[in-house]
């Protein structure tokens, strides 16, 4: 057990959010609920028996969804990093975090889901290519990384080792 637990705040969405976390992520589960009672209802007006809580677990992460009404929404000061091995697990996370999410909010790996929760999906290689001791290399990386939406872990090591030109080139399926 975790002794930090993020706390997500939705407006009455934390089941479905939960259940579509859990959806997306292999290793993941859900686990117990909390509802609303009668105590509270002249603070909180909420309906008795609502789900006023539920736990869920994202690869090993532990997370609580709290419907807690429209006080509070999602802002980009927080989001969490979908770290990925393969341009296809790159895909796979992109594709199902961003369904019905804002397109304008994409950009360099960054997304917000349905709900507003922002998201970054971002490959493993890339912190080394952008601390990369040469300084050109790691600029090119950048430059390559700030022009995308979903990262391409191909363009940015072709930007990496040889430059923009390179980066643009599409991948071979």
Request: net charge positive; glycine share 8%; proline share 4%.
């Given at each position: 057990?975790t ?6 705040w939705?407006e009455?969405?934390?089941e479905?959010?939960?259940?579509l976390y859990?959806s997306?992520?292999k ?7 909390t ?8 603070v ?6 609502s ?6 677990s ?7 969804a ?8 999602f802002?980009e000061?927080?989001s969490?990093?979908v ?7 790159v895909?796979?996370?992109?594709k199902?975090?961003?369904?019905g ?7 360099c790996?960054?997304l917000?889901d349905k ?11 890339l912190a080394g290519?952008?601390?990369d001791?040469?300084p050109?290399?790691a600029?090119?990386t950048?430059?390559?990384l700030?022009?995308m939406?979903?990262?391409?872990i191909?363009a940015?090591q072709?930007?990496h ?6 980066a643009?080139?599409?991948?071979r399926?």
């Amino acid at each position: 057990m975790t002794s930090i637990l993020p706390c997500l705040w939705f407006e009455k969405e934390a089941e479905e959010a939960a259940k579509l976390y859990c959806s997306i992520f292999k290793n993941a589960k859900l686990g117990a609920v909390t509802r609303y009672g009668k105590q509270g209802r002249e603070v909180h007006g909420m309906p008795e028996g609502s789900l006023l809580a539920i736990e869920f677990s994202l690869d090993g992460n532990d997370f609580l969804a709290l419907n807690g009404g429209p006080l509070f929404k999602f802002t980009e000061a927080v989001s969490f990093q979908v770290l990925c091995e393969t341009q296809k697990e790159v895909d796979h996370y992109w594709k199902k975090l961003s369904a019905g999410g804002d397109p304008k909010a994409q950009q360099c790996g960054w997304l917000k889901d349905k709900f507003g929760l922002s998201w970054q999906v971002v490959p493993r290689v890339l912190a080394g290519l952008l601390r990369d001791k040469d300084p050109e290399k790691a600029a090119r990386t950048m430059k390559a990384l700030l022009q995308m939406k979903k990262l391409d872990i191909a363009a940015l090591q072709r930007a990496h080792a040889g430059g923009m030109a390179n980066a643009r080139k599409p991948r071979r399926k």
